[in-house]
């Protein structure tokens, strides 16, 4: 599994530094919409050769049949292409592609889901600023991690 770092900071929300998250949703948002993007036309491209590649493999497997003289059931056609190497590499390359479509589905829910975790945060933050202990709270965690100069 790979380490995805960008992932882990979209994750890691700070409760007092919310503003920060919210200007950064809409580029985390575009930077996992676009993989995801390019995954899914990836997903379309092997999906489109895995038919060719099928295609391609019946016709053969169909042809050397009728030049030995033998009549081929569907199904004996069928299982050869299932069988012929070119079309299971196809096939492989569809399946991987097909998986990388879906992590990147994921991440995008994950950003999402952020999302709509900071409107509820940012809603929860603003009943609880109405209490002078909390609101006095934040100050001093805000002054201690102000940069020093």
């Known amino acids: 599994m790979e380490n995805d770092e960008f992932l882990e900071q979209v994750i890691d929300i700070n409760p007092?530094?919310?503003d920060e998250h919210f200007r950064r949703v809409p580029a985390e948002l575009a930077y996992y919409n676009a993989q995801y993007a390019d995954a899914f036309e990836k997903y379309l491209r092997s999906k489109m050769l895995c038919e060719r590649a099928h295609a391609e493999a019946y016709k053969r497997i169909s042809q050397e049949a009728e030049s030995e003289g033998k009549r081929a059931t569907v199904a004996?056609?069928?299982?050869?292409?299932?069988m012929d190497m070119s079309y299971q590499m196809a096939e492989e390359d569809l399946v991987e592609s097909e998986s990388?479509?879906?992590?990147?589905?994921?991440?995008?829910?994950?950003?999402?889901?952020?999302k709509e975790m900071l409107?509820?945060?940012?809603?929860?933050?603003?009943?609880?600023?109405?209490?002078?202990?909390i609101r006095a709270q934040v100050k001093n965690n805000k002054e201690a991690m102000a940069p020093e100069y």
């Open 16 to 18: 007092l530094n919310i």
């Open 76 to 82: 004996s056609l069928e299982a050869s292409v299932q």
């Open 100 to 114: 990388d479509k879906q992590r990147l589905r994921g991440k995008v829910a994950v950003v999402s889901a952020k």
């Open 119 to 133: 409107i509820s945060l940012g809603a929860h933050i603003r009943v609880e600023m109405n209490d002078p202990m």
